[in-house]
């Protein structure tokens, strides 16, 4: 009996033991990679697109931004839309995970490849906005810049106020000559009726720095069977002047495609 308490108590702290220096061993190395925190630094940005006209309230409104990483040791990390106590002004914040390891290390001798800049464009939803005037606000490279944008009452209570196609990709060219006169717009997408085709009314329309491409769809017939019939479309659109553009293309959902073009 007292053998068997003896390698029973034995064995009890020899756990206890293993059990402790298992914790000691482990422990701070477990506890490190938990608090390990990625160093993060805030985006000037070159540009944010939208609309300041076309959006209703029961729209998702989009922003689109742009702008630049300093070198390849930096990628994009969470965006952030802020309201103030008001409601009407949305600031917007883009952040990149800055990395320091590896060849990052001394980014002062990166390779020139690596050390140049990397330009970035990225599409933010502002979701459903109550009808009203508001603004945009973000950091640019010099100062602060604002953008206004107007939010209409929707005249139907359908998601979106015209029934768009179901677009699937836009096309153009990413810089373009503004001696050319005009540019194209190429769209392809699906039509999801038998009966759906294209509307007469489709257009493109200009707000700003942004060219809105409105395709809508039409039905022939009362009856109508489910199908995927794909389309192409080419838009040929008035060259404005000299600058960097947006080409936003609605779809269904509250979806959109979008493309930034720089005209010279």
């Known amino acids: 009996m007292k053998t068997k308490a003896f390698l029973k108590a034995h064995t009890y702290s020899s756990m206890a033991f293993f059990a402790l220096l298992g914790a000691s061993a482990w422990a701070p190395q477990a506890l490190s990679e938990v608090l390990v925190v990625p160093e993060t630094a805030l985006l000037r940005l070159d540009n944010a697109f939208i609309a300041n006209k076309g959006f209703?309230?029961?729209?998702?409104?989009?922003?689109?931004?742009?702008?630049?990483?300093?070198?390849?040791?930096?990628?994009?990390?969470?965006?952030?839309?802020?309201r103030d106590a008001q409601g009407f002004t949305l600031e917007i914040r883009q952040n990149a995970i800055v990395s320091r390891s590896g060849i990052c290390e001394n980014m002062d001798q990166l390779p020139p490849d690596l050390a140049a800049p990397?330009?970035?464009w990225k599409v933010l939803d502002l979701g459903l906005l109550a009808a009203g005037d508001y603004e945009i606000r973000f950091?640019?490279?010099?100062?602060?810049?604002?953008?206004?944008?107007?939010?209409?009452?929707?005249?139907?209570?359908?998601?979106d106020t015209m029934a768009y196609v179901q677009v699937g990709n836009l096309f153009a060219n990413d810089r373009?000559?503004?001696?050319?006169?005009?540019?194209?717009?190429?769209?392809?997408?699906?039509?999801?009726?038998?009966?759906?085709?294209?509307?007469?009314?489709?257009?493109?329309?200009?707000?700003?720095?942004?060219?809105?491409?409105?395709?809508?769809?039409?039905r022939?017939?009362?009856?109508?069977?489910?199908?995927?019939?794909?389309?192409?479309?080419?838009?040929?659109?008035?060259?404005?002047?000299?600058g960097r553009y947006l080409v936003h293309a609605r779809s269904v959902g509250g979806e959109s495609r979008n493309k930034i073009i720089e005209i010279f």
């Not at 998702?60 to 990483?69: D, M, R, T």
């Not at 950091?139 to 998601?159: L, W």
């Not at 769209?187 to 707000?207: F, M, N, P, Y």
Request: proline share 5%; hydrophobic share 35%; aromatic share 6%.
């Open 56 to 82: 209703d309230d029961n729209d998702n409104a989009q922003v689109v931004i742009e702008g630049q990483l300093p070198n390849s040791c930096y990628s994009l990390a969470q965006s952030l839309v802020e």
């Open 118 to 120: 990397r330009r970035f």
């Open 139 to 159: 950091s640019g490279r010099e100062a602060v810049q604002t953008k206004p944008f107007r939010i209409d009452i929707a005249p139907t209570d359908q998601t």
């Open 176 to 218: 373009i000559d503004s001696s050319a006169g005009e540019f194209e717009i190429r769209v392809t997408g699906e039509l999801t009726s038998s009966c759906a085709e294209i509307s007469k009314d489709s257009r493109v329309e200009r707000v700003g720095d942004v060219f809105v491409v409105l395709l809508g769809i039409e």
């Open 220 to 242: 022939t017939e009362d009856f109508c069977l489910p199908a995927n019939r794909p389309f192409y479309r080419i838009l040929k659109v008035k060259a404005p002047e000299a």
